[in-house]
Structures are given as structure tokens and as C-alpha cells.
């Protein structure tokens, strides 16, 4: 909870990729609340890192400043959840680090998972997530679903919005600057071969729950 009080959401700049112009976190993100789940998906190595952190840092800033809205002291992290894909188990600390200081912590907030839809959608379904931040194009090796048709219709329908990261027709980039800034660039330069100078935002583009479980075999109108 480090950066609870010094990260601001005025340090983030949203803007529409398309049109080139500042988009507020409200547009951006409609119907947020400081209780919402969120989860990356982080390929090894630590891709989601390199293409996601911005994205969920945004929320980070929008977490604390829901919570400093009220007046009140407040000891609380973010709902927010990294899922491992592949890579060793269990996670090696290199590895959870940069995101423990983007305050996705304790480590009840890690997750390793296997390169297939079951695995993934089970942890996701499992944390009651409402917000995925997901690979753009990427879809699990393994795409044979095989949990019971009700976890899918449930978890479906807990869904909100999904956003794609490191997407080749990007709709909104996000970047960092100011105090924000610092710490964002502190956790992420402790990735191992960190290459982070060359990527000056997260690319993004948003999609229905639907787009998801296409990508990942299911046909939910079928179910």
C-alpha cells in the first residue's frame, strides 16, 4: 500500500488512439468500483508486465482515490490479481516482485496456471472476476473446454469488460508520468531483461465477454 497516497489518477493519460485525444477514466472504464476484481493475464515472460502494468496501475490510482474520497483512514489493497502462465510453480520471486510494488499483494493475489482454457477460466471463475486484462490474439494451447457449461454461463455473465493488451489496432493508449511515474518505473526495472524504455504506453482495445470465449472455443449461445 506503498503508493496509496502519492499516486494520483491526473499522472495517467487515457487517450482514444484513434482520434488522438484525452479520454477520462469514466469513459474509459464506466461503472468502476473500488470493489472490482481484476486480473492479468501474464505470459512468460512477464509479458503482461510489459504490456499491461500501465492498464492496471490506472486502476490502482482509481482504487485509492475512491478510498481517500471518503475522509476516512483506510488500510486496503485492490482486488487486483496476476494469473502466471507457465513458467515455474511455484512463481519464483524475480518474477512477482515488480507487480508486489504495483500493490498487487499479499500473495494471495498470484495465481500460476497452465497454458489451457480450463485452467484459466477455473482460476478466473474461482476469484469472482469481474475486469480481465488479456493478451491480444493470444489463446491458450490447449482450447478443449471441458468444465461443466454452468461455471461458463456464470462467470460470462460476472464479466464486465475485457481488455486487450498489446493490440496491434489499438483504441486507447495509456501512459504514465509524474510521482506515478517513479513507482511504476521502480517495479517494472526489476524484471528480469527488462526492456521497458522501448514501450511508452499500454495499447489497448476493449471488447464484450463474448469476444473471449470465442477466442477461447466456446460458443456460449450454444451452452
Known amino acids: 500500500m506503498h503508493t496509496s497516497t502519492q499516486i494520483s489518477l491526473m499522472d495517467f493519460s487515457i487517450r482514444d488512439a484513434q482520434k488522438n485525444l484525452e479520454v477520462d477514466f469514466d469513459k474509459f472504464c464506466p461503472n468502476y468500483y473500488y470493489r472490482d476484481r481484476i486480473a492479468v493475464i501474464n505470459l512468460e515472460p512477464n509479458e503482461g508486465l510489459l504490456g499491461a502494468s500501465r492498464t492496471l496501475f490506472t486502476f490502482t490510482a482509481a ?3 475512491s478510498l481517500r474520497s471518503t ?3 483506510f488500510f486496503n489493497y485492490p482486488q487486483h490479481f496476476t494469473l502466471f ?3 515455474e510453480n511455484p512463481i519464483p520471486e524475480k518474477d512477482t516482485k515488480p507487480w508486489t510494488m504495483l500493490d498487487v499483494w499479499p500473495n494471495s493475489q498470484w495465481f500460476h496456471c497452465e497454458n489451457n482454457v480450463d485452467s484459466l477460466l477455473q482460476t478466473l471463475f474461482d476469484l469472482q472476476v469481474n475486469r480481465i486484462i488479456w493478451p491480444a490474439e ?3 494451447t490447449d482450447c478443449r473446454p ?5 461455471l461458463y454461463k456464470i462467470l460470462f455473465n460476472r464479466l464486465d469488460e475485457i ?3 498489446n493490440s496491434k489496432t489499438a483504441e486507447i493508449n495509456i501512459s504514465i508520468s509524474g510521482k506515478s511515474f517513479d513507482f511504476w518505473h521502480e517495479a517494472v526495472s526489476h524484471a528480469p531483461e527488462s526492456k521497458f524504455g522501448f514501450h511508452p504506453f499500454d495499447s489497448l482495445h476493449t471488447r464484450k465477454p463474448k469476444t473471449l470465449f470465442s477466442l ?4 456460449i449461445e450454444l451452452l
Open 138 to 140: 493470444w489463446k491458450p
Open 146 to 150: 471441458n468444465l461443466p457449461d454452468t
Open 85 to 87: 502462465v507457465g513458467g
Open 163 to 165: 481488455f486487450f493488451y
Open 63 to 65: 482504487f485509492y482515490e
Open 216 to 219: 477461447c472455443g466456446i460458443d
Open 71 to 73: 475522509n476516512k483512514p
